[in-house]
Nanobody
């Protein structure tokens, strides 16, 4: 059973940066499609960024607008989300997700297509 452990959340001011890290406890991590999702109370979980397993294609949510970068290090079983120019509306709990072989679709798949989830890390951006 895969486990995902996120870290790196915190409280920052508008315009600052954070780097989220997600470490997976599994072999053959390169087989997995991975992604970052976020959720605020009362709203559905939304996709932030994903990496498709078949060809490492990357997709971002429309709201990202070049501010975030997702990356994956298969040798370290780790996925990163570098978030720059953070805004108060980025405040949410951020979750790392993975599944194998992963949705082979263009764009960000629905969150329900991912089987494994981390516990979440809170990101709070003050104005």
């Amino acid at each position: 059973q895969m486990q995902l452990a996120e870290s790196g959340g915190g409280l920052v001011q508008s315009g600052e940066s954070l780097r989220l890290t997600c470490v997976a406890s599994v072999r053959n991590f390169h087989w997995y499609g991975v992604g970052w999702f976020r959720q605020v109370p009362g709203k559905e979980r939304e996709g932030v960024a994903v990496i498709r397993s078949s060809d490492d294609s990357i997709y971002y949510g429309d709201f990202v607008n070049g501010r975030f970068t997702i990356s994956k290090d298969n040798a370290k079983n780790t996925v990163y989300l570098q978030m720059n120019s953070l805004k108060p509306e980025d405040t949410a709990v951020y979750y790392c997700a993975a599944t194998v072989p992963g949705p082979q679709v263009d764009g960000i798949p629905r969150y329900s297509l991912y089987d494994y989830w981390g516990q979440g890390t809170q990101v709070t951006v003050s104005s």
